[in-house]
Every structure is written in structure tokens, then in C-alpha cells.
């Protein structure tokens, strides 16, 4: 516990406390030479600012919550970087949090931000959370919801349209002569996951083929590994020419194990694209086609409908921002 208080700074530093208040939160307020001896004696007492206390001092918080459903998809991790560099310049800090799809860890940092008293909750949710999203907002901190979520029309949004996304992928498959399509993703209890192979059956359907669905438990490199494996366990007679990944994360996996460890060449013998466009898309040794989603304009976009809506409580009209998705061609998936 943290024994320091502002007084002891104050004796050190030869200041007043008040300076001490001033040098902390107004900055602007106190000279540059006053704040570094006020910052050096913070440093050498191991003060640290009581956050709670200063809260009830101002009447409101300024941390706001994160609730993402996979940080080692770097999608999220793009967005979260984006999120909080917005926050920042708005004077906010930002709690955040990975529920791995865990339905009990999600309850966990809702609780967490309940307590914390986040002015304000972006979050991509795993299980229903309607209640508590209600139950935040009577008490005054609104919520933005990132992705499309049915059923949750009251609150505002910001989302890639999904089903054009699966459509513009297939339909680049088909485009190039694949007819043995095949979507590997999930779990498709996930309203993106669904809205992809929505938007993959319809472009699929089309053309009067057959699209091939692989569910698997999670999206992770080792989620594509395993799915590659198994297809090639089941012989070349059988493989697709074509995948369709949930992901880039699944979709490099899948590469790794089909033509790094398969042999298969790619595009030739199978086509890959997968789902995101993230930096390690651009970067692999073999660049993977993929449906981009501006990860940084989502999460920026998402942070100020939130800001718009603590600002005018009750005033601010529920958006949903839906983006266009866009099909990046690399060699994967090439002509």
C-alpha cells in the first residue's frame, strides 16, 4: 500500500501542495522548472497518484474499457493500438482486456470495469450481454459494440460488412478456375464467422457450386495447421483447389502445413486467402491474399461514438457504421 502522500511531495520538492495538484493534473498551469522537481521528488518518495480519490474530486473517470475477444489475432491488436492512441489524445486512459472467447472471462472484465467506473466500454462480445450492457448504460456508461452484432440494434456500432467480405473472396476463387472451394474458420456461433460463410455460399451459389465448410474451435495459426494437416492426411483426391481462411492467423497455418510442410504449391495446386489483412499478410514468405478491414479506422471510428455519446448523454443518435470491405490479390491467391 502506497504510504506517499502529496504532503511529503510537496516537503521535498518545496512546494505547496496545491503546486503539487496543479504540476500533477494542470500541467499547463505550472512552470516547466517547478514540474521536474516536482516529478523528481514523486520519483525518489515512490508516490503514486490515488486514481479513485481524484475521481470523486472531479466527479467522473477518465479511464475508459477494452473488451477484445482475441489479442493474439494482430486484427485486435492493430485496433486496440488505434483505440488507445485516440483515447490518448482525448485525455483518456484505457483499461484493457482479453476474453479469448471465454464467456466466464468476459463476465470477469465486466466486473472489473464496474468497478474500475470506466466512463465508457468498447467491447467485441462472446456471449449474450445484453443485460449487462443495459444495466451499464442505466447507470450512465455507454457502450459502442465492435462487429455486427444482431439483436443489439439499441446500441451503436461499428463493423466490416462480413457477408460481402466471404463474397468477394469466393468470388475471386471462382474467377480464377477454382471449383473446389472450401471455408475453414470459426466457431460459427460467431455472427462474423456466419456472416462470412453467408456471404461465401451465396458467391458460391452463384455460380452453381458447392461451397465446403471446416469448422474449427478456434482461430489460430494451430487451429490452420491442424485443418492443413488433416487435408492432406485425406489425400490429394480429395483436397480443395481453394481456401477461403477466417483469417489471416488461419490462413498462415494452413499455408505452413499445405506448402511449407505439404509441399503443395501454391496457387497452382490450392489457393489461399485469408481474412484481415494484417501486417504479417504483407510480410510472410509467401504474401497471402486476404479481405482487408481497416483495423485502425474501425477502432477510431468505434472511440468516437463513444466519445459522442459520453459527451451528450442521452443526446447522442445510435449509429452503425458498416465498412466496405476490399480484396487485396498477393501471390497466394494470384491468377
Do not use: C
Not at 477484445?68 to 485525455?91: Q, S
Amino acid at each position: 500500500m502506497n504510504s506517499v502522500s502529496m504532503h511529503d511531495v510537496a516537503a521535498l520538492a518545496g512546494v505547496s501542495q496545491a503546486t503539487v495538484s496543479n504540476a500533477i493534473n494542470r500541467p499547463h498551469m505550472v512552470r516547466a522548472a517547478t514540474i521536474e522537481r516536482v516529478q523528481a521528488a514523486m520519483d525518489e518518495l515512490g508516490f503514486v497518484r490515488n486514481d479513485a480519490a481524484r475521481q470523486l474530486k472531479i466527479g467522473r473517470s477518465t479511464s475508459l474499457g477494452l473488451l477484445l475477444v482475441d489479442l493474439a489475432n494482430p486484427f485486435f491488436t492493430e485496433l486496440a493500438r488505434a483505440v488507445e492512441g485516440r483515447a490518448d489524445a482525448h485525455g483518456y486512459s484505457v483499461l484493457l482486456g482479453d476474453s479469448n472467447e471465454s464467456e466466464t472471462r468476459e463476465a470477469s472484465y465486466f466486473d472489473l470495469f464496474e468497478e474500475q467506473r470506466v466512463e465508457g466500454l468498447l467491447i467485441a462480445p462472446v456471449g449474450a450481454i445484453a443485460q449487462r450492457l443495459e444495466r451499464l448504460r442505466k447507470r450512465g456508461t455507454p457502450a459502442v459494440l465492435l462487429g455486427h452484432q444482431p439483436g443489439f440494434s439499441d446500441f451503436s456500432s461499428v463493423a466490416l460488412d462480413d457477408v460481402a467480405g466471404g463474397r468477394l473472396a469466393v468470388g475471386h476463387l471462382l474467377d480464377i478456375g477454382r471449383r473446389r472451394v472450401a471455408f475453414v474458420g470459426g466457431p460459427l456461433t460467431l455472427p462474423q464467422m456466419a456472416d462470412r460463410v453467408r456471404g461465401a455460399r451465396r458467391a458460391a451459389e452463384e455460380a452453381g457450386q458447392t461451397l465446403r465448410v471446416i469448422e474449427t474451435v478456434a482461430r489460430s495459426f494451430e487451429e490452420g495447421e491442424r485443418v492443413g494437416a488433416d487435408l492432406l492426411a485425406q489425400g490429394r483426391a480429395d483436397l480443395p483447389d481453394a481456401i477461403f481462411a477466417a483469417n489471416d492467423v488461419v490462413a498462415l497455418g494452413i499455408l505452413k502445413a499445405l506448402h511449407v510442410d505439404g509441399g503443395l504449391r501454391v496457387p497452382e495446386d490450392i489457393a489461399v486467402i485469408g481474412y484481415d489483412d494484417v501486417a504479417l499478410a504483407r510480410h510472410s514468405l509467401l504474401p497471402l491474399a486476404s479481405v482487408r478491414q481497416p483495423s485502425a479506422r474501425i477502432g477510431e471510428t468505434a472511440l468516437d461514438l463513444l466519445l459522442a455519446e459520453i459527451d451528450d448523454p442521452g443526446g447522442a443518435e445510435t449509429s452503425h457504421v458498416l465498412f466496405t470491405p476490399e480484396l487485396v490479390i498477393r501471390d497466394s491467391a494470384a491468377a
